[in-house]
T-cell receptor, first 113, second 116 residues
Framework: AQSVTQLGSHVSVSEGALVLLRCNYS??????LFWYVQYPNQGLQLLLK??????LVKGINGFEAEFKKSETSFHLTKPSAHMSDAAEYFC???????????FGTGTRLQVTL | DTAVSQTPKYLVTQMGNDKSIKCEQN?????MYWYKQDSKKFLKIMFS???????INETVPNRFSPKSPDKAHLNLHINSLELGDSAVYFC???????????????FGAGSRLTVL
């Protein structure tokens, strides 16, 4: 069984500030971890993913995430927030033989001037 | 050209009615999915098809019936609609890379269903 916990349903940062969105997972098999972003009235799109290899993963739009097995975490960061980053962010875990993702409940990122 | 397209985008209907949502992908992907996103943004998988074969069928009322006429299409038919069916339904697709758990999903823009 797999599950994802996203701490903080709503995060607000100032433009130019560090973005940190937290994700912890639980998985009985080696996990594959994803961050997806959803802009208003749109579908989700992939930001980045971790499967194997390097634990620091770089994605689009300057985002990156680090897989920490000991902490069962996959937090998403961006050094400097931009107004266009305002969206809903979803962490997801996959793994095993089934092509099935389990999503977290999402974190809404608000960016203020 | 939209990669994963869903129709209709909005659907408002009365309780008890039957409705369908259509999905088409032009990416040549092997696997298609239906996800339900509720009012709290929680996303849950409903069904998954691989080359027209049902491979994932979560605990979903049997009022919901997916149909895949070919691997580029996955439609969702809902009978006897209830208030609790109101949600945004997302279609998605993925290309099998030999490791299903690592597949990247491409989502459609969603179909917002409102049941009155």
């Amino acid at each position: 069984a797999q599950s994802v916990t996203q701490l903080g349903s709503h995060v607000s940062v100032s433009e130019g500030a560090l973005v940190l969105l937290r994700c912890n997972y639980s998985s009985s098999v080696p996990p594959y971890l994803f961050w997806y972003v959803q802009y208003p009235n749109q579908g989700l799109q992939l930001l980045l993913k971790y499967t194997t290899g390097a634990t620091l993963v770089k994605g689009i739009n300057g985002f990156e995430a680090e897989f920490k097995k000991s902490e069962t975490s996959f937090h998403l960061t961006k050094p400097s927030a931009h107004m266009s980053d305002a969206a809903e962010y979803f962490c997801a875990v996959g793994g095993g033989t089934a092509s099935k993702l389990t999503f977290g409940t999402g974190t809404r990122l608000q960016v203020t001037l | 050209d939209t990669a994963v397209s869903q129709t209709p985008k909005y659907l408002v209907t009365q309780m008890g009615n039957d409705k369908s949502i259509k999905c088409e992908q032009n990416l040549g992907h092997d696997t298609m999915y239906w996800y339900k996103q509720d009012s709290k943004k929680f996303l849950k998988i409903m069904f998954s098809y691989n080359n027209k074969e049902l491979i994932i069928n979560e605990t979903v009322p049997n009022r919901f019936s997916p149909k895949s006429p070919d691997k580029a299409h996955l439609n969702l038919h809902i009978n006897s609609l209830e208030l609790g069916d109101s949600a945004v339904y997302f279609c998605a697709s993925s290309q099998d890379g030999g490791n299903p758990g690592a597949n990247v999903l491409t989502f459609g823009a969603g179909s917002r269903l409102t049941v009155l």
